[in-house]
């Protein structure tokens, strides 16, 4: 089982979403997050007093998917998520040891 | 129900009948006309300045903001009835402040009149301006001064500082009729008093923490912009109204506060889209004020194009001011009171003494129309006012400081914020 966390343009949570689904992923989890990586952040000036906001708005999308399925939804996240800008952001994946389905206690891929 | 109108008739023959024992003679339109400006400028200081001042204010010091300003109000409201309008109108004691023939309104009746309005509504008319003078200060001081010294500043200040310089000017004191200081409705008496005050409190006070190095967000530009909608809205109480009569000045007025709000938004919003890259809707408001202020003293004696450049200047010099000269200065005028009202105040009542026409009101006449003493006039009348407020601010701040023990917040609350640490409430519930 790997899981993996990708940072992507908040406008562009529809189409990974999306494009997603179309390739039968099920579930997955997402959260507003705030960072910078190479596109930095921006000014804003109020009566001369210029603030530099640092962090950016973004979407953090996590998954835990078998193993096999992994290179397929990298491949589409990156695709769906691509404006060819700074700033798309990153996705990052892990190694994940067990999953536990809450309300059946069933382990490991049948969990997921 | 009969006898009762029977009498009443009588009564009403018997004063119709009368001589009239005084020029002064009643008109319900100008009557109506200042009760409409006295609740126009009314609005002006817990609906226009509080959400003007409160929206450039941090989220954390939100309602802190609108505290001060409604209680500036309210306080005023009662010293004026008290106290403040015999001190300011009373009969005068060498020309620096009135006697106390009329603590209490005492003398004053119903029948009491002020040129041709009753004298209550003239009364009522000054004390909006008194209140909104003292709620002016605070801008210089937000987001870091004790709630209970605030109360004892404004106490102490409106009755030492404002009534004064109120009656120096419109109350029959020295600087009015006698040296010919022309300030139609309060640059000098308003604007210049309280940007002088708000800048000596923001000295002793010090700098918010932080101020320079921490980013420090405007709690919502949408409010200030609304804030200086209603202040423009109110302003054509404040200018048009301080004619006292529905007549062709109170329309001239009107004309010339609203053209010159006009151009100070435009010539602010240009500049700093010229000079800083952005043309933000906080300079479009703050230019709005900027040119308020400066038509103030001038409103009833300057005509249209006089205040097309009026506002004009008046929206480069406290873009200037406020972006270009505070920060080199460094002193921390939280909301810019001294910037836009201290500065543009000086304009307006230099600008008056330079435009002054005697075809919009007879006799003031300025450098332009062949009078070059009224510049000079103007000079002094600035001086004298940035002066005795300076000093007499200082020496209040003082008083405030030993009564209710340092103007400060402590560290802790200041960076909590004031509207959870002096009040125990919050301005927005976002989650």
Excluded at chain 2, 21 to 26: H, R
Excluded at chain 2, 71 to 97: E, I, K, M, N
Aim: charged content about 15%; hydrophobic content about 50%.
């Amino acid at each position: 089982m790997k899981k993996i966390e990708a940072i992507i343009k908040p406008f562009k949570l529809d189409d990974v979403k999306e494009a997603l689904n179309e390739i039968g992923i099920q579930g997955m989890t997402i959260s507003e997050v705030k960072g910078y990586g190479r596109q930095k952040g921006h000014k804003e000036i109020y009566r001369g007093a210029e603030y530099v906001v640092d962090f950016i708005p973004k979407i953090k999308i996590e998954i835990v998917l078998p193993s096999d399925r992994v290179e397929q939804t990298v491949t589409t996240i990156r695709e769906a998520a691509n404006t060819g800008k700074l700033g798309d952001g990153k996705i990052f994946v892990f190694a994940v040891e067990e999953a536990v389905r809450v309300r059946t206690g069933e382990l490991g891929k049948d969990a997921i | 129900m009969k006898i009762k109108t029977l009498f009443i008739s009588c009564v009403l023959g018997l004063v119709t009948a009368a001589p009239a024992l005084a020029a002064d003679k009643l008109d319900s339109g100008d009557t109506a006309w200042i009760i409409v400006s006295t609740a126009l400028v009314m609005m002006m200081t817990p609906a226009g300045l509080a959400l003007f001042y409160g929206g450039m204010s941090r989220y954390k010091n939100l309602l802190n903001t609108f505290a001060m300003t409604f209680v500036a109000y309210c306080l005023g409201s009662v010293l004026w009835v008290v106290c403040g309008y015999t001190l300011a109108f009373g009969p005068s004691q060498g020309g620096f402040v009135g006697g106390l023939e009329h603590l209490f309104l005492n003398g004053i009746t119903v029948n009491s009149l002020n040129g041709s309005i009753p004298e209550f509504v003239f009364l009522l008319f000054q004390m909006t301006f008194a209140c909104i003078t003292v709620a002016l200060v605070l801008g210089s001081v937000v987001d870091r001064m004790k709630f209970s010294s605030w109360i004892v500043f404004a106490t102490l200040w409106f009755v030492l500082i404002y009534c004064p310089v109120a009656h120096w000017v419109w109350g029959g004191g020295w600087m009015g009729e006698d040296f010919g200081a022309l300030d139609f409705a309060g640059g000098t008496v308003v604007h210049i008093n309280a940007g002088v005050a708000g800048l000596v409190l923001a000295l002793v006070l010090g700098k918010r923490k932080g101020y320079g190095k921490e980013a420090m967000f405007p709690s919502s530009i949408t409010l200030t912009a609304l804030g200086a909608a209603l202040l423009w809205f109110g302003w054509f109480g404040f200018n048009a109204g301080s004619e006292l009569a529905a007549d062709g000045v109170a329309g001239s007025a009107f004309l010339v506060t609203n053209t010159s709000a006009a151009m100070g938004a435009l010539s602010w919003m240009f500049a700093e889209w010229a000079l800083e890259g952005r043309p933000t809707v906080l300079g479009v408001a703050s230019g709005v004020v900027a040119g308020l202020v400066a038509i103030t003293p001038a409103a009833g004696f300057v005509n249209l194009p006089a205040s097309l450049v009026i506002g004009a200047v008046a929206g480069l010099i406290g873009f200037y001011a406020v972006v270009k000269v505070k920060p080199k200065l460094g002193y921390d005028d939280s909301l810019d009171a001294f910037g836009v009202h201290g500065i543009c105040g000086v304009w307006g009542a230099l600008a008056t003494g330079l435009f002054a026409t005697p075809t919009i009101t007879e006799g003031a006449r300025g450098l332009f129309y062949g009078n070059p003493k009224q510049l000079w006039i103007q000079f002094v009348s600035i001086v004298a006012t940035a002066a005795f407020t300076a000093v007499g601010t200082l020496i209040i701040v003082y008083i405030t400081k030993m009564l209710t023990g340092g103007l400060r917040v402590d560290e802790e609350s200041e960076v909590k914020g004031l509207d959870s640490s002096i009040h125990g409430e919050r301005a927005f519930e976002i989650s």
